[in-house]
């Protein structure tokens, strides 16, 4: 499919860059490298990803105002992957969680938890497509690879490396952790596991991917309760996305 080989130049181009800033920084400071993580951290995944396209557009797991769920829709754009593609994997994953329909897990081939960046799994049948974006959003969706651009040359009118270091650079950072954490890590046992949760799959909760993670270690909880933005189940444990979504996103009902 045409989006799926942008978003493929996409991937490629953010790796390129992300390689060149690693050289950057050896040949000159670090500056530039501490900007780039700090952006991808909060903006990219915790914002972007993690509450926009996860919590809000895949799940819907919260309701908030008209202006905010532009934002949120614009937010979702800096990780560079289409909000409609990401949605639709996801909730596919949640439906076949480490079965043999699923699209990314270890549990079926090591080489699928890729997918994300390689296109390639071993499932190879349709994706069930459901509504993802209100009306509006999806007539301006058309555009999303442009409007992706648009950062990039926003940023570059800043500086060329806001542009190639910070803007184009984020969604390489953001592949690399969600391959690592929300697809590998969390499905499988590690020190720190526990599980509150007898489902079907291999999630895991994790004390340490949760720290690290800001809030998405809290994956066995999150697959038997998708359907709520605050991952956390016990006294003991804390969502800081959830905290963030309660204070300034969501809407307070009375
Ligand atoms: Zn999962
Ligand atoms: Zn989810």
Redesign the pocket.
Known sequence: MQYLKVQSLISIAALACLIALMWYAVQTDWIWLVISYVYYKLVVGLLGNQIAQHRYFSHRSFATTGTKEWILYFLSLTTGVNPVFYALAHRH?HRY?DQPRDLHSVHNKWTDVLSPLSRQTSYTGEIEISRVLAAEQRKINHYWPWIFLGYVILAGLIDWRCAVFVVLTGPAWNYLHMILFRVLL??LKLPGSYRNFNTTDH?WNNRWIQVLDWGEGL?NNH?RWPQRYNQATEPNEFDPAAWIIDQFIKTKHV
């Open positions: 994953h969680s969390v499905h999630s994956h697959h």
